[in-house]
């Protein structure tokens, strides 16, 4: 049995060990999709398609899974996913849109995108203002 003065050497010992093994886990995974950001604000009231994710090597990169989130305030707001397919019928581009409520303009739209690919995955997390209309 431990004395009550060694535990804290082993949490050290067991946080060590944990980085360790971090480290040999090797390179970060090259990731192979591009997330393309609109540069315009949206507008309350309208569709404002904001972020698009395109695979850069369709031949061998898989969009897996694509997850569009936004919230205005406490307010979850839901996506549209546009697909977009290549002539082999693998899936090459997302693009996430979302219906900005009326009545909304002057508060902070914050949306997350999260793209799942052939061995990585990257995450997009971006704030626009509302235009009033």
Excluded: Y
């Excluded at 535990?7 to 946080?15: D, K, M, Q």
């Excluded at 949306?111 to 203002?129: F, P």
């Amino acid at each position: 049995m431990f004395k009550k003065s060694a535990w804290p050497l082993v949490a050290i010992a067991l946080g060590a060990s944990a980085l360790v093994g971090a480290a040999r886990s090797g390179p970060p995974a090259v990731v192979n999709v591009r997330v393309d950001v609109a540069h315009r604000f949206p507008k309350a009231g309208h569709l404002f398609t904001g972020v698009s994710v395109v695979s850069l090597e369709p031949s061998s990169t898989v969009i897996n899974l694509v997850k569009c989130d936004a919230r205005i305030g406490t307010r979850t707001i839901a996506a549209r996913k546009h697909r977009l397919f290549d002539q082999a019928g693998r899936l090459g581009q997302v693009t996430c849109s979302w219906r900005i409520p009326g009545g909304t303009g002057g508060q902070l739209l914050r949306t997350s995108v999260i793209a799942v690919t052939t061995g990585s995955s990257t995450t997009e997390d971006r704030r626009w203002w509302i235009a009033k209309p």
